[in-house]
């Protein structure tokens, strides 16, 4: 099993920067690609970025050039650093692991709220 806790979300007004922290702890060497998903009210949830174990990062459009994945596998800590927050950008942020046997996991959120 794999247990995730993100940090780094809050109230930001629209063109200001965040990051996004996610560290997962337990069976993390049984951890492949790792991603970040939001959901917004009313909306289902959505990829916004994902990173492979190898480093390849794929991106959705409406967040390519602003937002950047990271990981650190030292320190079993992946990152979302989001530059020119607009106010679209509110949700609820999820980390997601996906491992070598096809399990996926999820933490419990972090919210960002973009302000006009």
């Known amino acids: 099993q794999v247990q995730l806790v993100e940090s780094g979300g809050g109230l930001v007004q629209a063109g200001g920067s965040l990051r996004l922290s996610c560290v997962a702890s337990?069976?993390?060497?049984?951890?492949?690609?790792m991603g970040w998903y939001r959901q917004a009210p009313g909306k289902q949830r959505e990829l916004v970025a994902r990173?492979?174990?190898?480093?390849?990062?794929n991106y959705a459009d409406s967040v390519k050039g602003r937002f950047s994945i990271s990981r650190d596998n030292a320190k079993n800590t992946m990152y979302l650093q989001m530059n020119s927050l607009k106010p679209e950008d509110t949700a609820v942020y999820y980390c997601?692991?996906?491992?070598?046997?096809?399990?996926?996991?999820w933490g419990k959120g972090t919210l960002v709220t973009v302000s006009e």
């Open positions: 337990g069976s993390i060497f049984s951890i492949n690609a």
């Open positions: 997601n692991t996906h491992t070598w046997g096809g399990m996926d996991y």
């Open positions: 990173i492979s174990s190898g480093g390849i990062t």
